[in-house]
């Protein structure tokens, strides 16, 4: 789709939809809309007046213009109290543009920059949101259904100052860079374990572009002694695991590297200690981490980081055959260290463990791991919030903040001292899974064993990447969650 900003008088372009904003504050007077009721013979302040219209956030006004402006009909989308508009706000704005300019089968629209000169957002971070809401919300998993036609061509962005025009239309590009990263990162979760297994990720990691990828199969994962990974994917003989790097390499010499790791297990069973049928039936989603990793790597050479980016997805399916472990059985990771597996169900730590090891042979100054970790994620936080935890406090709080901004909430949760306890065996270096309660933190403490001295963040996504109901701009199924906010940190170092 076209989306260009312009300077120009916005009533003198031809359009389907024109989209003004509106927010609820009496003593902010909005020209344009004034504008457009003399045009309209005081018709908008009427309905406004008798609708009980106040500009409320998510509020939603279309009139029809019978001829009188330039476009056929008119949009006034509320933003609330001009204070409180924040991204979020102007993300599901664009949204609802979005959804309006589709149920009028418009070709195309124009809109001010939703939340412009409200103060507390800059005229480019308010384009970033919309224009991300707006093509976020049009996302739909279509590999096994006929595509609807969209008649949706063109959005036009008016700037009321000319200097505004080269910055929003920079974030307009850069919205639709990220935009791409996003749908590959929801495309993965949504395909199917029977289309996506490891060799499919492998596969689709080789055609990403701008980064030198290079894939390890079984030989080269037994090789390296990834026993902890192996021991996960010792129960898939009919899918066999992959190993997956990827590298990007900034044009100018990289002051720090950065390492992100997902976890790519295509389909969890729970292995011997099985899921129950209601729990299974979600579990293409457990490679959320690393369709995450991948959507982020599949755009990191237009984004243009100035940092080194690698990224590594140990990726395996987690199922029941006569090779599967059992629980009990001890294996030894790629580190040295010796795992009881009490719990094949709490096989992403085994993977993520044995993928940490080798991602550190590179010496990363940060080390960032994606994970659908633990269901007790979901009892803490949720499906709207994912957990935060590591080693250092600086990264948490630069990953939190970027959460903030893109509207992808994140919170800390502690490593507890007395909790590491939790994972002590007497016959091994530590178990796999933890006692009854505060399964995301001794999941952390599991990782925390893989990641020496290295500053580290690890997030749990084992609420956020999946809805099950329509979100503003996210559809049932995968979220795509956190490309956006790695986008974000990246372009901030
Ligand atoms: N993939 C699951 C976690 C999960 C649960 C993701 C719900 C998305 C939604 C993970 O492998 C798992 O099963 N973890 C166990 C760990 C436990 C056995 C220590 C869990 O959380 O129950
Ligand atoms: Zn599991
Ligand atoms: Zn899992």
């Known amino acids: 789709m076209k989306i260009a ?17 509106m927010a609820q504050d009496k003593k902010h007077k909005n020209k344009l809309l004034n504008k457009i009721d003399l045009t309209l013979k005081k018709e ?5 007046k008798n609708e009980k219209i106040k500009g409320a956030k998510g509020e939603a006004k279309l009139i029809y213009t019978r001829g009188k402006l330039k476009a056929d009909y008119l949009l006034i989308m ?27 089968k418009a070709k195309k629209v124009v809109s001010v920059v939703l939340g412009s000169k409200y103060g507390k957002v800059s005229d480019d971070d308010c384009a970033l949101a919309m224009t991300e809401g707006f093509l976020l919300a049009g996302y739909k998993y279509t590999r096994y259904i006929k595509k609807a036609e969209s008649s949706l061509a063109e959005m036009v962005l008016y700037c009321r100052e000319r200097a505004a025009v080269a910055g929003v239309n920079k974030a307009v590009n850069l919205a639709q860079i990220i935009h791409q990263g996003v749908v590959l990162a929801r495309d993965l979760v949504n ?26 199969g079984i030989g080269a994962i037994k090789k390296l002694k990834m026993g902890a990974f192996l021991s996960v994917a010792q129960g898939s003989t009919a899918n066999p695991p992959y190993f997956i790097e990827m590298h990007y390499r900034p044009k100018a010499r990289p002051k720090k590297k950065i390492a992100f790791i997902g976890k790519g297990v295509t389909f969890d069973t729970g292995g011997y ?4 049928a209601k729990s299974m039936e979600t579990m ?12 982020l790597m599949s755009v990191i050479s237009k984004l243009q980081p100035k940092v080194e980016v690698s990224a590594y997805i140990a990726a395996t399916e987690n199922m029941v055959d006569g090779f599967a472990q059992r629980p009990g059985d001890i294996c030894k990771s790629m580190s040295g260290k010796t795992i009881e597996v009490l719990n094949t169900d709490a096989e992403g730590r085994l ?17 960032i791991d994606i994970a659908t970790l633990t269901g007790a994620c979901l009892v803490a936080l949720g499906s709207r919030c994912s957990a935060v935890l590591g080693n250092d406090q600086d990264l948490i709080d630069k990953l939190i903040k970027c959460g903030r901004e893109t509207g992808e909430m994140l919170w800390q949760l ?77 372009s901030g170092f």
């Open 414 to 490: 502690p490593i507890v001292e007395d909790y590491r306890d939790d994972i002590k065996t007497p016959i091994a270096d530590m178990k796999n899974n933890g006692a009854s309660y505060a399964g995301t933190i001794t999941a952390a403490i599991f990782l925390e064993n893989f990641v020496g001295k290295t500053k580290w963040a690890h997030l749990d996504i084992a609420g956020t990447s999946w809805t099950s109901a329509d979100l503003p701009y996210t559809p049932k199924g995968g979220t795509g969650v956190m490309v956006r906010t790695f986008a974000r940190l990246l």
């Open 44 to 48: 908008i302040s009427a309905i406004l």
């Open 191 to 216: 395909d199917p374990a029977n289309l996506a297994t490891p060799r499919y990720l492998a596969l689709a990691a080789k055609k990403l572009k701008g980064v030198k990828v290079r894939v390890h």
């Open 284 to 295: 293409k989603d457990d490679k959320a981490g690393a369709a995450a990793v991948m959507g």
């Open 351 to 367: 993977t993520l463990a044995d993928a940490m090891t080798y991602a550190l042979k590179k010496k990363p100054d940060y080390l």
């Open 5 to 21: 900003a312009v300077y120009n008088q916005i009533l003198n372009v031809n359009a389907d939809l024109l989209v003004v904003d």
């Open 273 to 276: 200690s099985i899921k129950l």
């Open 78 to 104: 509320g933003l609330g109290d001009k204070d409180k508009c924040d991204t979020e706000v102007i993300r599901r704005a664009g949204a609802v543009i979005l959804s309006t300019a589709q149920r009028l």
